[in-house]
Structure formats: C-alpha cells, structure tokens
C-alpha cells in the first residue's frame, strides 16, 4: 500500500522540485540583472566609455543579457534584459530585467 501512494505522489513532488528550482533561477537572474544594471549606471555616471559600461553590465548579468543606456539630462538611465530558460533544456523561456538610475557626475559628459 505504501508503494502505490508512493508512486502515486512521487511526480508531484518532482513537479514541485521543478518549480522550486525554476523560480529560484528566475530569482537569482533578476538580482544579477538588478546588480548589473546598478554597477553600469554608477559607470555611465562617472562618464565611462558606452563600451565599458556594456562591458560592466555584460560581467555582471546573465549570459545572453543586454544593455539600454539612455541619458536623461542630468540622469543615466540603464536598463539590463535577459531571457533565461529557468528549466534548462525545455524551450520555456522567462525574460527578466531590471533598470537603474543614477545622477551623472558633475564635469561629466553625455554618453
């Protein structure tokens, strides 16, 4: 009897598993996404080459990630996109992003 509701059980816990760890990776690409894009907006700011600061965020984020830089007047607006495929191989594909901004600084020019 225990062997029946075991094998009756056994794939939903491995569905919960599943989701346990998609929803962890989904999780852990937006906080590198969140730190990528935070870490190229302080350099946008400090008037970094548009070049090194897609180099910063692409250090940072997840593989396959890009970068926006938009000047906003006395602003740097950087906003950091990734598709990420939370379960490996199969094709679901999750898009995460996030964007930060930081005020340039002063003697600093434009991107």
Do not use: F, K
């Amino acid at each position: 009897m225990v062997t029946a509701e075991t094998a009756v059980v056994l794939p939903v816990l491995l569905l919960v598993l599943a989701g346990a760890v998609a929803a962890v990776t989904v999780v852990g690409a937006q906080m590198r996404c969140v730190d990528a894009a935070r870490e190229a907006a302080r350099a946008a700011a400090r008037g970094e080459p548009v070049d090194v600061v897609h180099a910063i965020a692409a250090r940072t984020a997840p593989s396959g990630a890009g970068a926006v830089i938009a000047d906003a007047g006395d602003d740097v607006r950087v906003t950091v996109t990734a598709r990420i495929a939370p379960l490996g191989p199969l094709p679901l594909r999750i898009r995460v992003h996030a964007t930060a901004v930081a005020q340039r600084e002063p003697g600093t020019v434009p991107p």
